[in-house]
């Protein structure tokens, strides 16, 4: 028991740090408490949506920044989607990135789209491997018997 | 000869009102955004629907369907959330519409609710919000 005790323990931490270095928000805690009998699965799910809609967003992004001759609405059309998805699970530093592109795709600025573009693919490069990080300790926990704490 | 005594059945009766379940339509295009805001008010005990753009939600009114609350999204293909709730309106639908919009402009908002809305919330929708809405729902 000390062995789940200690994984707890580790997922509590882990989730705190997040918080504190701005990956996550309340939205995700939010998530969390949706996440019951009923749809017990619920936060990965919801999560997983997010990955496939950013990892979607980001190609379409960089091949529209890669255009001879820009078109700056379908970039910030991108950003603008990109923006909501990370906004509604919480991947607060993304959303703030996405905040940014945006005033950059108002100035029809390209250095600064591009700029833009490297941050929020290192930004979502770096909240999805923490995730599931989180994950794989939930998946632990379950694994050796004890339930995830909130 | 000796009568019972009369009693007025209608003051006499309890009218026992069971309490029907708020409905719900959710209008949105997101997928990621329809399941959040679904099982947040299925978690509120709302009897929820959802349905993908405008055009299917004054459909849905058209062929009779009535909602207690309408949670519009903005942006939606084939008809977005202003000309929908134009629509609903303009067609004599009373039901309470609140936006859900990424918009979060002061002067985008406001444009929003000139199509008739009730009220206005910048997305993502929480726990928060939702109370105020239903209880504004409940109020009325």
Request: net charge negative; glycine share 2%.
């Given at each position: 028991m000390d062995g789940v005790v200690q994984?707890?323990?580790?997922?509590?931490?882990?989730?705190?740090?997040?918080?504190?270095?701005?990956?996550?928000?309340?939205?995700?805690?939010q998530l969390q408490q949706l996440q019951d009998e009923t749809n017990p699965d619920f936060v990965?799910?919801?999560?997983?949506?997010?990955?496939?809609?950013?990892?979607?967003?980001l190609n379409e992004l960089a091949n529209t920044l890669d255009q001879q001759s820009i078109d700056f609405r379908k970039v910030d059309s991108h950003v603008h989607q990109l923006k909501g998805s990370s906004s509604s699970i919480g991947a607060q530093r993304?959303?703030?990135?996405?905040?940014?592109?945006?005033?950059?795709?108002?100035a029809q600025n390209t250095e600064g789209c591009l700029k833009c573009l490297q941050q929020v693919?290192?930004?979502?490069?770096?909240v999805k491997n923490k995730l599931e990080t989180l994950f794989k300790l939930e998946q632990q926990i379950l694994a050796a018997g004890g339930s995830i704490p909130m | 000869m000796g009568f019972g005594k009369a009693t007025s059945s209608s003051k006499a009766m309890k009218i026992i009102e069971t309490e029907?379940?708020?409905?719900?339509?959710?209008?949105?295009?997101?997928?990621?955004?329809?399941?959040?805001?679904?099982?947040?008010?299925?978690k509120f005990g709302t009897e929820v629907q959802v349905v993908a753009n405008g055009?299917?939600?004054?459909?849905?009114?058209?062929?009779?369907?009535?909602?207690?609350?309408i949670l519009m999204d903005f942006e939606m293909p084939i008809m977005d959330g202003f000309e929908a709730t134009k629509e609903l309106r303009s067609m004599g639908v009373t039901s309470m519409i609140v936006g859900v919009t990424s918009r979060s402009q002061d002067?985008?908002?406001?444009?929003?609710?000139?199509?008739g809305l009730n009220a206005c919330y910048v997305k993502p929708l929480n726990a928060e919000k939702v109370t105020t809405v239903l209880n504004e729902l409940k109020n009325n």
């Open positions: 994984l707890q323990r580790q997922l509590l931490d882990y989730t705190a740090l997040l918080f504190q270095e701005g990956f996550l928000n309340d939205q995700f805690t990965v799910e919801v999560v997983s949506l997010f990955f496939e809609d950013s990892e979607r967003l993304v959303q703030n990135v996405c905040i940014a592109f945006r005033n950059f795709c108002d693919k290192n930004e979502y490069s770096l | 029907k379940k708020i409905s719900v339509l959710i209008v949105e295009d997101d997928p990621l955004i329809q399941k959040i805001h679904k099982v947040m008010m299925t055009k299917e939600a004054v459909d849905l009114y058209h062929s009779g369907a009535s909602f207690d609350l002067s985008e908002i406001q444009a929003f609710m000139k199509s």
